[in-house]
């Protein structure tokens, strides 16, 4: 999971692009970087940390031009962070190239190999991004003529790229000479959004991974990039668009909607917080029907994804709603962060219960989902230490029992408590006193009623279905195994704390050929 944003303006760019990768920090929080384009120059600058710590006033000064791109990450995979990894990656061949790129290429070890062997290209780090620059790149020549570039060359090239390539991928590229590419994988998986904005000086696209940076900066939601298509704006803002792929199949990943999304995001045409609140609706409907022997005296969230499913589940069993944690702001994402030891630290740093609202009574938490049960555990002890007489736990998904090969930080099937597990032993794990899932069936109808049109998802992690279809039992062995190999990060108990700083940073001008 990661954030990307491409913007073609009338005036400069720069502080658009930094103000929409704020807007989709929560993407990504390990490292962030901005290209842009002027004069016939590139100019980027990306590094480790927060996308506030990466960029100095000094930085944005050098980041001139009406067009770029911006990333913000995370590591996929389970990969250790390497700030070279930041995006967006650049390629002068054939015609000048930056992509930066959201999702997971689950063929990307042989993309590799053909890259060296057969189109003689080199990889300068592990990152599947930097495949996937060079895999367009290799297409883009071999669609050209004598090195010029127009929209058939580019569309043909990206359609190329579709024949390729497997797995999930949401991209924004810049084309040296030319102007801004934005695609999709033929399933949809990860979202990507395009927004307008009409100014006295032209017409002027945002293409982003959520709906939520375009209103926060001032666009029209315009549509959302079909699975499968290419979106192309020049720099003069002439837009056009292609279906590249063979044929597609519009399966977005249901877990933007349980956890990753911004809620006031809207996707696929669905609003996640409508999905939310339908998944506490549903949820309700369950404990009602199979647990209503369980005396709850307050429905507790765990800030902030589950608020919503919360407060629906509440309202529909006619129980009192209390907020019963304080969130820390300035802690990030556990999910997302690198290492257990440091998950089970930040825990206690993000949350802090507020006892008057547990002293004494049997709670009802509810949050989003449960992966490694890491925080579960952590939360419901927190729970007992502040006088509840039981806690009852409810996720608004179902339980997390497969490996996620398509961009969340959930590979192995090893680190999920779910796995090998039935429900009753998860309660007992995480020391709940009752555990309540959401059903599969009921996530679906949840989201597919807020837009019937998208009536197949990516549930892989839920239910082992890999829509792809390349997935095999080897291929998810492989990672466990590439997982369980020590590496830095997991020799320091991944404890990053997130210092962005100079240190591993990467400012550049860079001459287009074209």
């Known amino acids: 999971m990661c954030g990307i944003l491409g913007v073609v303006a009338t005036t400069a760019v720069n502080q658009l692009l930094y103000d929409g990768l704020q807007v989709l920090q929560?993407?990504?929080?390990?490292?962030?970087?901005?290209a842009t384009a002027e004069a016939g120059r590139f100019h980027m600058h990306k590094g480790s940390g927060l996308v506030r710590d990466v960029f100095r006033t000094r930085n944005m000064r050098n980041l001139v031009g009406n067009w770029g791109i911006g990333h913000c990450r995370y590591p996929t995979a389970g990969s250790a962070y390497n700030a070279a990894e930041a995006q967006p990656f650049y390629v002068n061949s054939p015609f000048g190239l930056m992509l930066a790129h959201n999702g997971n290429l689950t063929n990307a070890e042989q993309l590799k190999q053909d890259m060296f062997l057969q189109d003689l290209r080199h990889m300068n780090t592990n990152s599947d991004s930097e495949v996937l620059l060079n895999v367009l790149a290799h297409e883009l020549q071999a669609a050209s003529t004598k090195y010029q570039v127009d929209a058939e060359t580019i569309f043909k090239a990206v359609a190329g790229v579709h024949r390729r390539v497997k797995g999930a991928y949401a991209v924004v590229a810049m084309i040296a000479g030319y102007g801004l590419l934005a695609f999709r994988d033929p399933y949809g998986i990860r979202p990507l959004v395009i927004g307008k904005n009409e100014t006295p000086g032209g017409t002027e696209y945002l293409v982003a991974s959520e709906s939520v940076a375009i209103d926060t900066l001032g666009f029209k939601m315009l549509r959302d990039v079909e699975p499968?298509?290419?979106?192309?704006?020049?720099?003069?803002?002439?837009?056009v668009s292609r279906q590249c792929a063979e044929r597609t199949v519009h399966a977005p990943c249901m877990f933007e909607f349980v956890y990753l999304a911004r809620p006031d995001s809207l996707m696929d045409g669905i609003s996640v917080y409508e999905t939310r609140a339908k998944m506490g609706e549903y949820l309700a409907e369950k404990i009602r029907r199979t647990m209503p022997h369980l005396a709850i005296d307050a429905v507790i969230p765990i800030p902030d994804s589950s608020r919503h499913s919360a407060m629906e589940l509440a309202t529909r069993l006619n129980l009192p709603y209390r907020e019963g944690?304080?969130?820390?702001?300035?802690i990030g994402r556990t999910?997302?962060?690198?290492?257990?030891?440091?998950?089970?630290?930040?825990?206690?740093?993000?949350?802090?219960?507020i006892a008057q609202e547990f002293k004494g009574r049997n709670v009802l938490l509810v949050d989003d989902s449960i992966v490694r049960g890491t925080t579960s555990r952590e939360i419901i002890m927190m729970a007992r230490e502040a006088g509840a007489k039981k806690v009852y736990f409810a996720s608004a998904s179902p339980p997390v029992r497969h490996a996620n090969v398509y961009g969340i930080d959930m590979p192995t099937r090893s680190e999920?408590?779910?796995s090998f597990?039935?429900?009753?032993?998860i309660c007992q794990e995480i020391g709940a006193d009752a555990l309540i899932y959401q059903d599969l069936d009921d996530l679906k109808a949840a989201v597919r009623a807020v837009n019937p049109a998208v009536t197949q998802f990516e549930t892989s992690c839920f239910d082992g279905h890999y829509v792809t279809g390349d997935i095999t039992p080897a291929y998810l062995q492989n990672m466990e195994d590439e997982r369980a190999k020590p590496s830095k990060g997991q020799e320091d108990d991944g404890d990053n704390d997130g210092d962005g700083g100079e240190d591993g940073q990467l400012d550049l001008n860079l001459v287009q050929s074209a």
């Open 325 to 330: 944690f304080v969130k820390n702001r300035y």
């Open 228 to 239: 499968g298509e290419a979106v192309l704006i020049d720099m003069k803002g002439n837009f």
């Open 335 to 353: 999910f997302i962060m690198p290492g257990q030891a440091t998950r089970r630290k930040s825990v206690r740093q993000k949350l802090n219960a």
């Open 421 to 425: 597990r039935s429900d009753e032993e």
């Open 26 to 34: 929560h993407r990504g929080q390990d490292a962030a970087g901005i």
């Open 416 to 418: 999920l408590i779910a």
